[in-house]
């Protein structure tokens, strides 16, 4: 799976739009993240809830990481995009989207 494939498949969830946080591409709905592109055009990263992070590890254990840190404990979920199949990601993806979509829209941050 390329980066192109998986900025696809995240566009294609109701309401996305691309965006770039901390140098590299992020897809939000809702006002909030609910996946993002690595610098690197090896990984990507979906936002899941910790259970259901650790059902994709064992399904998957090549394709998903946690995340580091904090962020991994939190069920933040690397997806190595050379191991990944559509299929999968897809459901991943629709996980990560449904859970920020439950939640209220994101305020708007205040600029200084």
Request: glycine share 6%; net charge positive; with cysteine.
């Amino acid at each position: 799976m390329s980066p192109d494939d998986f900025r696809e498949i995240a566009l294609s969830m109701q309401g996305a739009v691309e965006g770039a946080h901390m140098n590299h591409p992020d897809f939000r709905a809702n006002g909030r993240i609910f996946a993002s592109l690595h610098a690197d055009d090896v990984w990507g990263t979906v936002m899941l809830a910790p259970d259901e992070q650790q059902e994709l590890l064992a399904l998957k254990p090549k394709m998903f990481k946690p995340s580091s840190g904090a962020w991994g404990r939190q069920g933040c979920t690397d997806v190595r995009l050379e191991a990944a199949d559509a299929r999968t990601l897809r459901q991943a993806m629709t996980l990560a989207w449904e859970r920020i979509m439950a939640k209220p829209p994101a305020k708007p941050r205040k600029r200084r």
